[in-house]
């Protein structure tokens, strides 16, 4: 489509309409409709700039024609052409929305004129809406910019509080398992704990250097407990009922209790050694009577007296 204006000039009356659309044709896309009903039929695929419209015409008036172009685009500016014009019928006219009327008959410069402010005053309305338009779309963007920040600013700290709170539980956790001696009760608490505690539907903890034949690592977490270098088991938590997804910032706490694991182990052994060298003391103690026990000065037994 051509880059030059748009004007649609209506009229009843052949002559008029004619003549409007040779003087103006040579400057601008000129389409011309002989009623208001063939105007608005033409109005969708032409989008003119400019409307010229006679008052008096059968059926659809020229004021009526005017509140209609005006409800489907305000923009569109519009000229009212008349031969018997009164206050009432210019008031009218402009109340509506025109931009101007010609008395019939006008000269050639007073349309040219008429044209060329009603164009110059659809650019400026066209440009105060595109520079409305822009700042509104701005506006939506800074909003959804703000939302999308404010959104990952709570998620951000709901994140943080849930860490702080999985701290919190592991420290706990962590506090009892050391003072846990016994190797079955502390596996077994720390298995319930992190059920019951962490919401983790499957929570256990395998002793040894590799993991059992059988066990499941496939959708799990699996944290190796080291210690002194060595791998003396591992600690493995899964979500496969509920298919909750396990944040992969939770291995790190996860690897923070098997590091506290692997202490408690190995205070549980050493308890157990120390708990059977007593018995064994014990029974030694018990089947000797009066024995007479001789010790050296480190402490080994060096003979007794049967």
């Not at 030059?4 to 400057?27: C, F, Y």
């Not at 539907?201 to 270098?229: F, N, R, T, W």
């Not at 120390?274 to 000797?288: D, G, I, M, Q």
Request: hydrophobic content about 40%; glycine content about 6%; proline content about 4%.
């Amino acid at each position: 489509m051509s880059d030059r204006a748009r004007i649609l000039v209506v009229d009843d009356e052949v002559g008029p309409r004619e003549s409007l659309r040779m003087i103006l044709k040579p400057s601008y896309e000129i389409a011309t409709a002989d009623s208001g009903e063939t105007a608005l039929k033409t109005l969708p695929g032409f989008n003119p700039d400019l409307v010229f419209m006679d008052i008096k015409m059968p059926k659809m008036d020229g004021i009526e024609l005017l509140r209609r172009i005006k409800a489907i685009d305000p923009t569109i500016e519009a000229v009212m052409i008349t031969a018997y014009a009164s206050l009432d019928t210019v008031k009218n006219a402009l109340t509506h929305g025109a931009f101007e009327y010609l008395i019939k008959p006008f000269s050639r410069v007073d349309l040219e004129e008429t044209v060329r402010r009603a164009l110059a005053r659809r650019q400026a309305e066209l440009g105060k809406s595109n520079q409305l338009s822009t700042l509104v779309n701005e506006m939506r963007a800074l909003s959804t910019k703000t939302r999308t920040l404010e959104e990952e600013a709570r998620r951000e700290q709901a994140e943080q509080s849930l860490r702080v709170t999985q701290l919190s539980i592991l420290r706990e956790i962590s506090r009892g398992i050391l003072g846990q001696l016994e190797l079955g009760e502390l596996t077994e608490g720390i298995t319930t704990q992190l059920k019951e505690s962490l919401g983790y539907d499957e929570a256990s903890v395998y002793l040894g250097d590799s993991l059992p034949d059988g066990v499941q690592a496939e959708g799990a977490i699996v944290c190796p407990i080291h210690d002194a270098g060595a791998t003396v088991g591992f600690l493995v938590v899964a979500n496969r009922s509920s298919a909750r997804p396990i944040d992969p910032r939770e291995r790190e706490l996860l690897d923070m209790l098997a590091d506290s694991l692997a202490v408690a182990i190995r205070n549980s052994r050493l308890y157990t050694e120390v708990a059977e060298t007593k018995r064994s003391l014990e029974r030694l103690v018990k089947s000797a009577g009066d024995a007479i026990i001789s010790f050296d000065r480190k402490g080994s037994i060096t003979g007794w007296n049967p």
